[in-house]
T-cell receptor, first 114, second 110 residues
Framework: DTAVSQTPKYLVTQMGNDKSIKCEQN?????MYWYKQDSKKFLKIMFS???????INETVPNRFSPKSPDKAHLNLHINSLELGDSAVYFC?????????????FGNGTRLTVT | DAKTTQPPSMDCAEGRAANLPCNHSTISGNEYVYWYRQIHSQGPQYIIHGLKNNETNEMASLIITEDRKSSTLILPHATLRDTAVYYCIVRGPWGGKLIFGQGTELSVKP
């Protein structure tokens, strides 16, 4: 199936650990994103990559480091996890950064930091 | 980026039309209005978007006022599976980022 897929779906870890979330899209899109949805359900953009290049970097702690090995993948690595990092992280993609291209979202990775 | 205002919640009877309003009074001339929805525990799903004209697809209709300061998403025959949070978003300049607000929590009831 064509889709944006994220792994893992659930991630439970302890404070201070380092973890990664993987995202892959087989839609042939050029641009990929990471969004964070906190406990209040606000969805906020974190990063955007276009053809492996970082184009959006919102005010995100530098413990978060996105990596795009190719335009079909955008992984999120988080160092020294904190309680406040607990959230659902969504990956998304679209064909280009222009106006007329809707984003396609994955189904999220629920990260719980204990 | 223009901000949007939506009612926090709405109810709709199954089989009836659901009309979800959105105010975006500071929208710029080249900004589109997008609608997404998020069903519980899933990723946001694109519904429809438009610039000036009314738009219709297999999911919904989008009515944009002539002054473009507000719009209405219409689900013509709501089903229980349409229960979700609906987000009205004004798309900013190139960069593609979507800025999500609080959205409207639509409950479709039997």
């Amino acid at each position: 199936d064509t889709a944006v897929s994220q792994t893992p779906k659930y991630l439970v870890t302890q404070m201070g650990n380092d973890k990664s979330i993987k995202c892959e899209q087989n839609l042939g899109h050029d641009t990929m994103y990471w969004y964070k949805q906190d406990s209040k359900k606000f969805l906020k953009i974190m990063f955007s990559y276009n053809n492996k290049e970082l184009i959006i970097n919102e005010t995100v702690p530098n413990r978060f480091s996105p990596k795009s090995p190719d335009k079909a993948h955008l992984n999120l690595h988080i160092n020294s996890l904190e309680l406040g990092d607990s959230a659902v992280y969504f990956c998304a993609s679209n064909p280009s950064g222009g106006f007329n291209s809707p984003l396609h979202f994955g189904n999220g990775t629920r990260l719980t930091v204990t | 980026d223009a901000k949007t205002t939506q009612p926090p919640s709405m109810d709709c009877a199954e089989g009836r039309a659901a009309n979800l309003p959105c105010n975006h009074s500071t929208i710029s001339g080249n900004e589109y209005v997008y609608w997404y929805r998020q069903i519980h525990s899933q990723g946001p799903q694109y519904i429809i978007h438009g610039l000036k004209n009314n738009e219709t697809n297999e999911m919904a209709s989008l009515i944009i006022t002539e002054d473009r300061k507000s719009s209405t998403l219409i689900l013509p025959h709501a089903t229980l599976r349409d229960t979700a949070v609906y987000y009205c978003i004004v798309r900013g300049p190139w960069g593609g980022k979507l800025i999500f607000g609080q959205g409207t929590e639509l409950s479709v009831k039997p």
